[in-house]
């Protein structure tokens, strides 16, 4: 859980929590780690409130260097929610250091900034998603259910 440092991010995180109603297990990933690699305090209450439902394993790292030393120490990663602006190592060349050690672990690329061919970098740096901020509640979970629904098998 995240510590809030005043009473507004309080706030927005509670709003966003109460506010989502689960009628079924659409988006439940109990035994999934997920990261949220992001050094921006609203973004991460954001995230937090968000995901706290789906009773997902959370994690969090404030920069590209923080996600790549935190994947090497637990590897049962099984998707990163990667910022590209962040201070000290972005989420382009994170994303492309650890692709080349885990290639199976799911990184979904969010940012607020976008500039051309961006995107595209973030292909070629291996990221599987490509989002945009300001991240519709759905749309998020949706994407990551993608990828973190526990597949039933016959």
């Known amino acids: 859980m995240i510590e809030f440092t005043n ?6 995180y509670n709003l966003i929590y109460h506010v989502m109603e689960f009628s079924d297990n659409t988006y439940s ?6 990261m949220v690699v992001e050094d921006n305090e ?30 090497k120490e637990n590897n049962q990663v099984d998707l990163i929610l990667m910022d590209i602006n ?3 190592l972005d989420g382009i ?12 672990i799911i990184i979904v690329v969010q940012t607020a900034f976008i500039l051309s061919g961006e995107e ?5 740096a291996g990221c599987d998603e490509f989002i945009t901020k ?6 998020l979970l949706d994407t990551l259910n993608r ?8």
Not at 29 to 34: I, R, Y
Not at 147 to 154: D, S, V, W
Request: charge should be positive; aromatic fraction near 10%; proline fraction near 4%.
């Open 7 to 12: 009473s507004w991010n309080e706030r927005i």
């Open 29 to 34: 990933w109990s035994g999934k780690t997920v």
């Open 42 to 71: 609203t973004s991460n209450i954001y995230f937090e409130a968000a995901l706290r439902k789906t009773n997902a394993n959370l994690v969090w790292a404030k920069n590209g260097l923080d996600a790549i030393e935190m994947v």
């Open 86 to 88: 962040m201070p000290k």
């Open 93 to 104: 060349e994170a994303t492309r250091i650890i692709k080349n050690l885990y290639p199976e």
């Open 120 to 124: 595209r970098m973030c292909q070629d």
């Open 134 to 139: 300001p991240i519709r509640l759905k749309y």
């Open 147 to 154: 990828y973190l629904a526990t597949q039933i098998k016959a």
